[in-house]
């Protein structure tokens, strides 16, 4: 079937990490994250806070605690969305209720709600011209970016996203494959991919790479990375306070 021009858009809306050196209008940035706000929520309560980050010190700080990657520090628009677990219980206090604490799954559920959101503001930001990219090496580092951000310990940094628009390299780079339904889509119930169907889709979409070299070599530079224990410890570190009553 045919695609039309709208549909076609989250095909062709890829990740950027190299942007121009051009501000972001307040008006711009105002409509992307408007359209977050409209975004689904959870019994519509926006379970989320966006930190609109401006200030280049924060944003130099934010590049380095998450894996030391530059371009963050020269994006002209940063956000991050905090899965916020406090808003609510402090309208429950506020009307007199004596609320239980926080647990696990109201911290997920917020989590959610901010990734819905920031999905709807990368969507409205590629419809407008801008580029996008998810930064979620957030979640590292726990205590250095809670002290940086003065989060609440009911708050979690779901994800970041940086915004700009993106240069001709960036414009032009090819955005990379995805496995194709038959891998990722299951009827009914759940099943795990076969061994032949594993090397399939990796066929798929490294024709050209060897599958036990790229495994090997993926899985020490990312499954196995410093940043990646780091980025558990510190989400350990987040769920523990959902996981004790005050």
Same mark, same amino acid.
């Given at each position: 079937?045919?695609?039309?021009?709208?549909?076609?858009?989250?095909?062709?809306?890829?990740?950027? !990490?190299?942007?121009?050196?051009?501000?972001?209008?307040?008006?711009?940035?105002?409509?992307?994250?408007?359209?977050?706000?409209?975004?689904?929520?959870?019994?519509?309560?926006?379970? +989320?806070?966006?930190?609109?980050?401006?200030?280049?010190?924060?944003?130099?700080?934010?590049?380095?605690?998450?894996?030391?990657?530059?371009?963050?520090?020269?994006?002209?628009?940063?956000?991050?969305?905090?899965?916020?677990?406090?808003?609510?219980?402090?309208?429950?206090?506020?009307?007199?209720?004596?609320? !239980?604490?926080?647990?696990?799954?109201?911290?997920?559920?917020?989590?959610?709600?901010?990734?819905?959101?920031?999905?709807?503001?990368?969507?409205?930001?590629?419809?407008?011209?801008?580029?996008?990219?998810?930064?979620?090496?957030?979640?590292?580092?726990?205590?250095?970016?809670?002290?940086?951000?003065?989060?609440?310990?009911?708050?979690?940094?779901?994800?970041?996203?940086?915004?700009? +628009?993106?240069?001709?390299?960036?414009?032009?780079?090819?955005?990379?494959? !995805?496995?194709?339904?038959?891998?990722?889509?299951?009827?009914?119930?759940?099943?795990?991919?076969?061994?032949?169907?594993?090397?399939?889709?990796?066929?798929?979409?490294?024709?050209?790479?060897?599958?036990?070299? +790229?495994?090997?070599?993926?899985?020490?530079?990312?499954?196995?990375?410093?940043?990646?224990?780091?980025?558990?410890?510190?989400?350990?570190?987040?769920?523990?306070?959902?996981?004790?009553?005050?």
């Amino acid at each position: 079937m045919s695609i039309n021009h709208e549909i076609q858009a989250f095909f062709d809306r890829k990740s950027v !990490r190299s942007f121009q050196d051009k501000p972001v209008t307040d008006e711009i940035k105002n409509l992307i994250i408007d359209a977050g706000i409209a975004a689904p929520s959870a019994g519509n309560q926006q379970l +989320y806070t966006i930190i609109d980050v401006e200030d280049q010190v924060i944003k130099e700080k934010l590049a380095v605690l998450c894996d030391n990657q530059p371009f963050i520090a020269t994006a002209p628009v940063v956000l991050v969305l905090l899965a916020d677990c406090r808003r609510w219980l402090d309208c429950y206090h506020s009307a007199g209720l004596a609320p !239980r604490h926080p647990g696990p799954g109201d911290m997920l559920l917020a989590c959610e709600d901010a990734v819905i959101a920031a999905q709807n503001m990368v969507m409205a930001a590629h419809f407008l011209g801008l580029g996008s990219c998810y930064i979620g090496d957030i979640l590292e580092n726990k205590e250095q970016v809670a002290a940086l951000l003065r989060l609440d310990p009911l708050v979690v940094p779901a994800t970041m996203l940086v915004f700009g +628009y993106p240069t001709r390299q960036a414009e032009e780079r090819t955005k990379p494959k !995805r496995p194709s339904r038959e891998y990722l889509v299951r009827k009914d119930y759940y099943s795990s991919l076969s061994d032949p169907e594993l090397r399939r889709m990796f066929d798929d979409l490294f024709a050209e790479k060897d599958f036990d070299q +790229y495994m090997t070599a993926f899985c020490n530079r990312k499954y196995m990375s410093d940043f990646a224990q780091e980025m558990n410890r510190s989400v350990q570190a987040y769920i523990e306070i959902f996981t004790h009553s005050a």
